[in-house]
């Protein structure tokens, strides 16, 4: 069974200090990897994803986030948080077949400090 | 930019009645999907929609149907409602079924069945 993994349920930073939100998933092949974030009251936008090729991807808002194979993580990471940032946070994966059913981790609650 | 309409936003049934969910994708978009957070929860995939047909099929109770229409609007059923529904239902769409399509969510219609 597929399964994807938010360690940290809540994360609490100072404006200004480095955030890295952990992310690993349980499937035997590389799938699709997604970052989302839902602000209260909001759908869920794509901040940004890894179908193939550079380990390292740049997204929305200053994120980035590195794929790494030998840990099946998918980490996210942004270099100075934003009081705006405050928001949660959900990994999810795609098998990569041609059905677009994500699976969801359960997500990281990220609150700012000012 | 237009993005996917959800109504109603919030609603309120009784145990044993009946929900209809109305899903409105982006322009152009042919295909949706319908996912379920439950409280603390992380998103759980329901069913998907490509050119009308079902294309893909999740965790979803007998007691639910759905469909996409004509127009591409979808539209969940959900009779028989029980306590345990209570949940966010989000919808998405993308441009083409697949992993490799993004899915833009809507904002989610918050159903609370008393």
């Known amino acids: 069974a597929q399964s994807v993994t938010q360690p940290d349920i809540h994360i609490t930073v100072s404006e200004g200090a480095s955030l890295e939100l952990r992310c690993n998933y349980s499937y035997g092949a590389t799938p699709y990897l997604f970052w989302y974030v839902q602000s209260p009251g909001q759908g869920l936008q794509l901040l940004l994803k890894y179908f193939s090729g550079d380990t390292l991807v740049q997204g929305i808002k200053g994120f980035e986030a590195e794929f790494k194979r030998s840990q099946s993580s998918f980490n996210l990471r942004k270099p100075s948080v934003h009081w705006s940032d405050a928001a949660e946070y959900f990994c999810a994966v795609n098998r990569g077949s041609t059905l677009g059913r994500l699976y969801f981790g359960r997500g990281t609650q990220l609150t700012v400090w000012p | 930019a237009a993005g996917v309409i959800q109504s109603p936003r919030h609603l309120i049934k009784e145990k044993r009645e009946t929900a209809t969910l109305k899903c409105y994708p982006i322009p152009r978009h042919d295909t949706v999907y319908w996912y379920q957070q439950g409280p603390g929860q992380d998103p759980q995939f329901l069913i998907s929609?490509?050119?009308?047909?079902?294309?893909d099929k999740g965790s979803i109770p007998d007691r639910f149907s759905a469909q996409q229409f004509s127009d591409y609007h979808s539209e969940l059923n959900m009779s028989s409602l029980e306590l345990g529904d209570s949940a966010l239902y989000f919808c998405?769409?993308?441009?083409?079924?697949?992993?490799?399509?993004?899915?833009?969510f809507g904002p989610g219609t918050r159903l609370t069945v008393l």
């Open positions: 929609f490509y050119e009308k047909m079902q294309s």
């Open positions: 998405a769409s993308s441009l083409e079924a697949g992993g490799d399509n993004e899915q833009f």
